[in-house]
């Protein structure tokens, strides 16, 4: 017999941890201005349902007014493809929960959801820790161009 009805979502459990690197144009300065930003980390995740551990590469881009200084900061809602080891996709869009200097390192924290491909509906949170930026380089004329740092991402869903 054959049973009707809506499909199964996947089951999520999965933790990764990687690397991070962001560009912005034009650089971050002292002053809050519009910066054009662009980041891609890499990972390596495991859990459910995969059954060895599995690259994974994350690409967020956007636009947002950024500054060098924390106080200034205004949270902006980001949207990031997720490109799972297996060649699926999942995109997600989270906001910023935390975004604060914890012993000396900027840490920025967006949680949200799957909004389209694998894994609809679950639950994303993803931490950025970046070294502190150089403040010489904030009052420079190019201002900060780039940050690297560590990266990881949880997605949990239920069926």
């Not at 190019?142 to 990266?151: D, I, P, S």
Request: with cysteine.
């Amino acid at each position: 017999m054959l049973w009707g009805g809506a499909a199964r979502a996947e089951l999520a459990a999965v933790a990764c941890v990687g690397t991070t690197d962001t560009k912005y144009e034009p650089g971050l300065k002292n002053t809050q201005q519009l910066v054009k930003f662009s980041g891609d980390a890499s990972l390596l995740c495991t859990g459910v349902p995969f059954l060895l551990p599995t690259a994974v590469s994350i690409h967020t881009e956007g636009q947002a007014p950024l500054s060098c200084d924390l106080s200034l900061f205004s949270p902006v809602r980001s949207r990031f493809v997720i490109q799972w080891g297996d060649g699926t996709t999942s995109t997600a869009e989270a906001e910023p929960v935390v975004n604060e200097k914890q012993n000396g390192q900027f840490v920025l924290v967006v949680k949200g959801k799957v909004v389209e491909g694998r894994f609809p509906g679950a639950l994303v949170t993803r931490t950025l820790i970046s070294p502190t930026l150089d403040l010489n380089v904030c009052d420079s004329p190019q201002g900060v161009n780039r940050a690297e740092g560590l990266a990881s991402l949880e997605v949990v869903s239920l069926p």
